[in-house]
T-cell receptor
Framework: GIQVEQSPPDLILQEGANSTLRCNFSDSVNNLQWFHQNPWGQLINLFYIPSGTKQNGRLSATTVATERYSLLYISSSQTTDSGVYFCAVARGRAGFQKLVFGTGTRLLVSP | DSGVTQTPKHLITATGQRVTLRCSPR?????VYWYQQSLDQGLQFLIQYYNGEERAKGNILERFSAQQFPDLHSELNLSSLELGDSALYFC????????????FGPGTRLTVL
């Protein structure tokens, strides 16, 4: 099956710093999502981005489908950005989908 | 708030018991998915339903079963529970089930003692 690798596994930042998280996947996909899992366990949708670039406030993401990777940028980080960031992909045929998750990047933003 | 609701939020039970987790998808979503998050296995897909029909299956144990009802809510049944079944169980929903955004519920945290 498809493999998803995320790097770095852990990241510690000072508040206000910028960071880039990477997601590599082993095959073509028709779904790629970035999630933030907060300390209470909630999985929050950040982006649906099987290709191209999107921005939402301090966060932006880029997926280069032909090279099988996606990047999540966090600018001016805040303590509330702490948690685990997951990339998940799917390549099922129409109507059949299962997201395969990476192992995540654990981010700690200190004040 | 994603619009996906799950009950209960927490569940504590004993080995050998059976539990039912419930999920209500976002209004208008026809597809429901179940995922399990455990410390050793990470986040894993269990099963997908679309408009009442099973569509895709992951590494779901035979002791686990699910269904989607005519009103589109879904239930995940876990039986003969073992310590290793302790995990966070997420339900997600999407409109078509075909490569569109999956929205996740808050999860049910199951503890098997």
């Amino acid at each position: 099956g498809i493999q998803v690798e995320q790097s770095p596994p852990d990241l510690i930042l000072q508040e206000g710093a910028n960071s880039t998280l990477r997601c590599n996947f082993s095959d073509s996909v028709n779904n790629l999502q970035w999630f933030h899992q907060n300390p209470w366990g909630q999985l929050i949708n950040l982006f649906y981005i099987p290709s191209g670039t999107k921005q939402n406030g301090r966060l932006s993401a880029t997926t280069v489908a032909t090279e099988r990777y996606s990047l999540l940028y966090i600018s001016s980080s805040q303590t509330t950005d702490s948690g685990v960031y997951f990339c998940a992909v799917a390549r099922g045929r129409a109507g059949f989908q299962k997201l395969v998750f990476g192992t995540g990047t654990r981010l700690l933003v200190s004040p | 708030d994603s619009g996906v609701t799950q009950t209960p939020k927490h569940l504590i039970t004993a080995t050998g018991q059976r539990v039912t987790l419930r999920c209500s998808p976002r209004s208008g979503d026809l597809s429901v998915y179940w995922y399990q998050q455990s410390l050793d296995q990470g986040l894993q897909f269990l099963i997908q339903y679309y408009n009442g029909e099973e569509r895709a299956k992951g590494n779901i144990l035979e002791r686990f079963s699910a269904q989607q009802f005519p009103d589109l809510h879904s239930e995940l049944n876990l039986s003969s529970l073992e310590l290793g079944d302790s995990a966070l169980y997420f339900c997600a929903s999407s409109v078509t089930g075909g490569g569109d955004t999956q929205y996740f519920g808050p999860g049910t945290r199951l503890t098997v003692l």
